[in-house]
């Protein structure tokens, strides 16, 4: 139990996932709720990218670290595809991963690259203790 | 911005430097310092209160579920990171409670844009 997710710089890491995952999630829902005709299939990635935070809240806070390490992935291939696909203009069917999350201070583009140097660097500390990340 | 969430950000700025303080000096927060979260969550939750009056009156078509959905979010975030840090009483657990105040003058700011935006 040394060395975890969410111990140390974990502890702020998955209160910051927590944050994006409420953030996305709720943002989402109130596109969805009223006015979801203006733009369906920006707002059902807006709710996507809301679960794929709560996953890796949920993973990093137990130390679950293969579906961290998925979801975090993931995570990372939305953000940059959608901030490459989405346009800065498009303000009313935006979120949180448009145009790299400028609109979140860039944080959901730096988020996935802390994660994944989190758990890099976890895996290189206990080699052998890492119970589900085989070295 | 109200003068509400003036009067908050800038207290929230003011605890965020408190906390810093803390994490240089590698000290716990004390009861001061959970009184002041305290105070700054009764103010979220006046503004909860003052938001609600503003959107049930003359608000020109800003957007209510959006508006009041931060309104109410903002009054999650503190509690969960007290609770969160009690579970690592270390400089770790002092920097949740940092990313918190950080995070409430950010949701005024994106309030201020919602109501900018009418």
């Not at chain 1, 807006?46 to 137990?62: D, K, M, P, Q, R």
């Not at chain 2, 109410?72 to 579970?87: D, I, N």
């Not at chain 2, 949740?96 to 003058?105: H, K, N, S």
Request: hydrophobic share 55%; with cysteine.
């Amino acid at each position: 139990m040394s060395a975890s997710t969410r111990t140390g710089l974990g502890r702020i890491l998955v209160f910051v996932y927590g944050v994006f995952a409420l953030a996305a999630t709720a943002r989402a829902l109130v596109q969805l709720g009223t006015q979801a005709s203006l733009a369906p299939v920006a707002y059902s990635l807006s709710l996507f990218s809301g679960v794929v935070y709560i996953v890796a809240t949920w993973a990093l806070a137990t130390d679950r670290r293969r579906i961290a390490l998925v979801t975090i992935c993931v995570e990372l291939t939305g953000v940059l595809v959608i901030g490459t696909l989405s346009h800065p203009s498009d303000i009313d069917k935006a979120s949180v991963w448009s145009d790299y999350g400028n609109g979140y201070g860039f944080v959901p583009l730096v988020l996935p690259l802390v994660g994944l140097w989190w758990l890099w660097r976890l895996r290189r500390r206990s080699g052998r203790g890492g119970s589900e990340f085989p070295a | 911005m109200t003068a509400l969430q003036f009067v908050l950000g800038l207290f929230a700025l003011v605890v965020a430097l408190w906390l810093v303080a803390l994490i240089v000096l590698d000290r716990q927060p004390d009861d001061y310092l959970y009184g002041a979260l305290g105070v700054l969550e009764f103010g979220l939750f006046m503004q909860l209160v003052v938001g609600l009056v503003m959107v049930t009156g003359d608000h020109g078509g800003v957007n209510v579920a959006a508006y009041v959905g931060y309104l109410v979010g903002s009054l999650a975030v503190l509690p969960a990171a007290f609770l969160w840090s009690l579970g690592e009483r270390t400089r770790a657990g002092t920097g949740v409670l940092l990313v918190a105040v950080i995070v409430v003058p950010v949701l005024f700011l994106r309030l201020h844009q919602l109501w900018g935006a009418r």
